[in-house]
T-cell receptor
Framework: AQSVTQLGSHVSVSEGALVLLRCNYSSSVPPYLFWYVQYPNQGLQLLLKYTSAATLVKGINGFEAEFKKSETSFHLTKPSAHMSDAAEYFCAVSDAGGSTLGRLYFGRGTQLTVWP | SQTIHQWPATLVQPVGSPLSLECTVEGTSNPNLYWYRQAAGRGLQLLFYSVGIGQISSEVPQNLSASRPQDRQFILSSKKLLLSDSGFYLC?????????????FGSGTRLTVV
């Protein structure tokens, strides 16, 4: 079974500070992992995805995430927070494994607040 | 390119009234389709998914139903809304040939039941 745990429902940082959003996964098959961002009253937008290629994945808006199999983690980072990064972030794992079909299992989300 | 449309963007409905939310996908064929609900502080809850016309799987027993009358059309319905049906509803699609690449989401519908 696949599941995702996002540690911390709320994270606050100052503008210019490091952003670290934590995600740990559980998967019975090789995982495919995703980070999505949601701005208020909008749908979810894909930030980045890990699909068994490079373990360090770069996404949009300066975000990146590193897949660490030994730690079953896929934490999202950004070196310097911007006010426009304030949003809710969701980590997700796919049950695709080696097959083409895949459902996504989402974490409960982390609300990022950026202070000026 | 593929696009997903979801409407309406906002909806205010009285308790006991019917509901119909529509989602359509363009630029692909035979997509997997999904309905999610977000209630405050509860993350994303998968309500229904469909792998083909007329094929609906329900994840959570509830007051809602879904239908897929056409390949790229997915409808969420209710005969009588409850207050607890309020929330943000999201439609999503994925390519069954590339399911591991994740979902694309619509812009959502904010439903308030009063």
């Amino acid at each position: 079974a696949q599941s995702v745990t996002q540690l911390g429902s709320h994270v606050s940082v100052s503008e210019g500070a490091l952003v670290l959003l934590r995600c740990n996964y559980s998967s019975s098959v090789p995982p495919y992992l995703f980070w999505y961002v949601q701005y208020p009253n909008q749908g979810l937008q894909l930030l980045l995805k890990y699909t068994s290629a490079a373990t360090l994945v770069k996404g949009i808006n300066g975000f990146e995430a590193e897949f660490k199999k030994s730690e079953t983690s896929f934490h999202l980072t950004k070196p310097s927070a911007h006010m426009s990064d304030a949003a809710e972030y969701f980590c997700a794992v796919s049950d695709a494994g080696g097959s083409t079909l895949g459902r996504l299992y989402f974490g409960r989300g982390t609300q990022l607040t950026v202070w000026p | 390119s593929q696009t997903i449309h979801q409407w309406p963007a906002t909806l205010v409905q009285p308790v006991g009234s019917p509901l119909s939310l529509e989602c359509t996908v363009e630029g692909t064929s035979n997509p997997n389709l999904y309905w999610y609900r977000q209630a405050a502080g509860r993350g994303l809850q998968l309500l229904f998914y469909s792998v083909g016309i007329g094929q609906i799987s329900s994840e959570v027993p509830q007051n809602l139903s879904a239908s897929r009358p056409q390949d790229r059309q997915f409808i969420l319905s209710s005969k009588k809304l409850l207050l607890s049906d309020s929330g943000f509803y999201l439609c999503a699609w994925s390519d069954p040939r590339q399911g591991r690449w994740g979902y694309t989401f619509g812009s959502g519908t904010r439903l308030t039941v009063v």
